[in-house]
């Protein structure tokens, strides 16, 4: 059964595009933010640096879990969102950390 009963193969196409660039670009972004912790040793862009990776992969968990561990795709969404939203609160922090 197709979960997306709506969507074409053109878009699925493209969401595969999307998520496969928000991999690379959320991976370069986590690369420099390491960088940037193992040359100053803040603990602020250590913080950062696991927000970053907490929100990449989340951002891309969702089809990864659908389409190679058969998850359900509300529960990979839902797993998706969960370390998006966790991510983003260890952002945050980092942004309060001295």
């Known amino acids: 059964m197709n979960p997306f009963p709506s969507g074409s193969a053109e878009t699925m196409l493209a969401?595969?595009?999307v998520k496969t660039l928000?991999?690379?670009v959320g991976s370069v972004i986590t690369y420099f933010a390491f960088k940037a912790y193992r040359r100053t040793r803040q603990p602020a862009l250590g913080y950062l640096t696991a927000g970053f990776g907490l929100v990449t992969?989340?951002?891309v968990l969702a089809g990864m879990l659908y389409e190679v561990l058969g998850v359900g795709l509300a529960?990979?969404?839902l797993l998706e969102s969960c370390l998006v939203l966790i991510g983003f609160v260890v952002i945050a922090y980092s942004l309060y950390v001295q």
């Open 15 to 17: 969401l595969a595009v």
């Open 75 to 77: 529960t990979g969404i």
């Open 22 to 24: 928000v991999l690379v």
């Open 57 to 59: 992969l989340g951002l």
